[in-house]
């Protein structure tokens, strides 16, 4: 079995304080090379003999490693629900009185994003009551930030079911998308091209750029489609009945998961 090199450098390591014990660790600064030596050398011959214990430790750094990302993460949605589900430049499609919303954190050149999007369409059509709002995350690229800008832009002037209609031919363009294409499907929808263009360059969009660019790292995104939905971070496009699930659950007992 092969373990990543950093994972296997912090295994080792909790190994070797194991081995040698912490008061010798503590001292470590006051060690001479011969006995940094042989301390890798106990270590060292510790793994070759009994090398299930990789797994074991390593098992048990993820598991403390995603229950810090988890504690991070909740810190952050408590932090920054208001922009989220609030902010006035989101798009926000389905009922804008909605009793549960759902946000995605999205990108026009994600592959996995346009999956997700018949999943996002068919629960907007079947749910009444569901309030999605659309976030810009353009993270594959400078196409895709100038996608966004025209999209952005295009929201000053399109509400409701018409931005949807908007995101939904962007989305589903082929090939690579830019700001050309998103400007190509906007003048196909009759939308004001000189205000647009006028809009693409305000402050504005920067600001909203910025805005969640910003609530990605703070989320501690790594990628997109990412959803949030009551207290949790679904990452990936996990198909519509997980989805249907959570918003189920949000209505049930006001988490995502109801256990």
């Known amino acids: 079995m092969r373990f990543p090199l950093l994972k296997f450098c912090q295994a080792a390591a909790v190994i070797g304080a ?3 014990g912490p008061s010798a660790m503590a001292q470590n ?9 042989a301390i890798g050398e106990i270590v060292k011959d510790y793994l070759i003999k009994n090398p299930e214990v990789l797994t074991e430790v390593i098992a ?27 902010a006035s430049h989101s798009f926000v ?3 804008p009185s909605g009793d549960v919303t759902l946000v995605e ?3 026009y050149n994600c592959g996995y994003c346009k999956r997700a999007l018949t999943d996002l369409k068919t ?9 999605v709002v ?6 594959l690229g400078p196409d895709s930030v100038e996608a966004s800008r025209v ?37 196909d929808m009759g939308l004001d091209m000189a205000r647009l263009q006028k809009d693409m360059q305000g402050p504005e969009i920067q600001a909203a750029l910025q805005e969640n660019m910003g609530l990605g790292d703070k989320l501690s995104l790594s990628g997109t489609p990412a959803f949030i939905i009551g207290d949790e971070i679904i990452p990936g496009a996990v198909g519509l009945d997980p989805l249907r699930q959570v918003v189920s659950n949000v209505r049930q007992c006001g988490k995502a998961n109801c256990g």
Do not use: W, Y
């Open 18 to 20: 194991l081995v040698v």
């Open 29 to 37: 600064a006051v060690f001479t090379e011969q006995q940094r030596q």
């Open 60 to 86: 048990e750094l993820e598991k403390r490693q995603a229950e810090a990302q988890r504690v991070s993460q909740a810190g952050a949605l408590k932090e920054t629900r208001e922009t989220l589900l609030n």
């Open 93 to 95: 499609v389905g009922n």
């Open 105 to 107: 954190f999205f990108d």
């Open 123 to 131: 629960l907007v059509k079947a749910d009444p009551k569901l309030r």
């Open 134 to 139: 659309l976030k810009d995350f353009p993270v």
């Open 151 to 187: 999209a952005l832009a295009a929201g000053k002037q399109l509400q409701g079911d018409k931005l949807f209609d908007f995101h939904v031919k962007v989305m589903d363009s082929k090939g690579r998308v830019n700001g050309e294409r998103a400007m190509a499907v906007a003048k």
